[in-house]
């Protein structure tokens, strides 16, 4: 074919534009527009990560408490007298043979035995493995955010679906641009610890701030990336008893399980087929259909973890959009409006949501600091990625401590402000 002469410095430009726009990692939108998912997983560097590195544990690695930490300690030490006395149950890599002789009552309610979700020690809200409303679908997934989700996301968009994503702190810090497109498309953001470690293994001081430590660092990951600090957790593998509860209570997560679990993740493991996946799905929907949900609805154990798990996702979503009323993020599904800590961020509630008012004001904060004066911001959806003038500030750097309880770190975090598109 040939062109006109005119038009091949236009064509090559344009050309030039697309692939320029096609390999922009360096905002939420340029990463979110990459359609190959092989390119979506090329690791990339995003600046306020890279600077906030050092102050947060090595990924994938169990989280303690940095050494001279002691805004962190102190914390620990205000609230450890309100941990219940518990017995280690296991291992961190989740042998909990040790447990054999635990008492078939339950006094801990652990889950792991039991699925208790009602704490037994005094004190604790129960967890939330259900929605109230009648069938209802509280919708969500564990493990995100994953590099190669933006076909599911894309996907999820194009229903105008949101839901509650249960991220890793770990997968966070790798992917922040990920992480920020579940801000920027409504969802609901939920911690899923920093490393995907079981909590039971919880038995000394030492551990004991371990595992304090695995939540903070990735409430505090969140806030780096998006902005938002969440109010709520779920517990890898659904391990949780009332110790583990009453970390999580004082540290404001409340905790989210399920009752009907998809065993999405499982396939190739333990015998667990693709064709088990599907049955589990169907459970769901003929739960739904056959009036078991009628008075209560459910919450089902999905993943953002890979290809397969997103792609099951999206081949059962229009069976379960007929067959529930609603699927909605869980905290929608108990009008929580405010679901972060941070007041300037709102999701609509119930009566909002089914009656299609998916998002609230945009459904990306406005800032994220009072601070909003500061003298240079990034912006997500800017092509500048860093502010070396608040970056560079030590006092501002993402310390363990102090960004959480005191939100003093808030003058660093304000600089990532977010611009309604
Ligand atoms: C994300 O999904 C891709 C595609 O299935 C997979 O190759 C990758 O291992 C996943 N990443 C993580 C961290 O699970
Ligand atoms: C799964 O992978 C295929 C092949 O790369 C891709 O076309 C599809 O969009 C992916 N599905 C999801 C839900 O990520
Ligand atoms: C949510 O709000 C609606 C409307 O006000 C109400 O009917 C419903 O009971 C509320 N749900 C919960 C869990 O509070
Ligand atoms: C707001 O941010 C600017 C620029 O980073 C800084 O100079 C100023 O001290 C901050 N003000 C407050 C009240 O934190």
């Not at 979506?40 to 947060?56: L, M």
């Not at 695995?214 to 709520?232: F, N």
């Not at 069976?319 to 800590?341: C, E, I, M, R, W």
Request: proline share 6%; glycine share 6%.
């Amino acid at each position: 074919m040939r062109f006109p002469t005119f038009s091949v410095p236009v064509a090559s430009w344009f050309l030039l534009f697309l692939s320029v726009s096609a390999q922009d990692r360096t905002t939420e939108q340029g990463e979110a527009s990459i359609a190959d998912p092989n390119q979506e997983c090329i690791p990339y560097s995003y600046a306020p990560v890279a600077k906030a590195a050092s102050s947060f544990p090595p990924v994938w690695q169990a989280a303690t408490i940095v050494a001279g930490d002691s805004d962190a300690l102190a914390k620990w030490n205000e609230i450890q007298g309100s941990i219940p006395n518990i017995a280690v149950k296991g291992t961190i890599d989740g042998d909990s043979s040790q447990s054999n002789n635990y008492p078939p009552d339950d006094p801990d309610c652990w889950w792991t035995r039991s699925q208790c979700v009602t704490p037994k020690h005094s004190g604790l809200p129960s967890d939330i493995a259900n929605v109230p409303e009648p069938k209802t679908l509280g919708y969500g997934f564990d493990d995100g955010p994953n590099c190669s989700h933006n076909a599911f996301y894309d996907y999820l968009a194009s229903k105008d679906q949101k839901a509650t994503m249960f991220f890793i702190g770990s997968n966070v810090m790798i992917w922040p641009l990920e992480a920020q497109r579940a801000l920027a498309d409504g969802h609901e953001i939920c911690v899923h610890t920093w490393s995907h470690h079981y909590m039971r293994f919880i038995l000394s001081l030492k551990l004991h701030q371990t595992f304090y430590s695995s939540y903070l660092t990735a409430m505090q990951a969140i806030k780096l990336v998006t902005g938002v600090t969440p109010t709520c957790w779920r517990p890898p593998s659904g391990d949780i008893d009332d110790r583990i509860r009453a970390i999580a209570n004082a540290l404001g997560l409340q905790t989210i399980m399920w009752k009907y679990d998809s065993n999405d993740w499982k396939v190739g493991i333990q015998g667990v087929t693709a064709q088990d996946v599907d049955n589990n799905y169907q459970t769901l929907i003929n739960a739904a259909d056959d009036g078991t949900l009628d008075s209560v609805g459910a919450i089902m154990l999905t993943h953002e973890l890979n290809n397969f798990t997103m792609s099951q996702a999206v081949k059962f979503y229009d069976q379960l959009s007929d067959a529930f009323d609603n699927l909605v993020p869980v905290g929608v599904a108990y009008n929580k409006t405010h679901p972060y800590v941070e007041t300037d961020y709102s999701l609509p509630n119930f009566d909002e949501y089914i009656s299609g008012r998916t998002t609230v004001s945009g459904g990306t904060p406005q800032s994220t600091s009072s601070n909003t004066s500061a003298s240079s911001s990034t912006s997500m959806t800017s092509t500048s990625t860093t502010s070396p003038s608040a970056l560079s500030d030590s006092n501002a750097g993402l310390r363990l401590s102090s960004s959480l309880w005191t939100y003093s770190a808030s003058i660093l975090l304000g600089t990532i402000t977010y611009i309604l598109s």
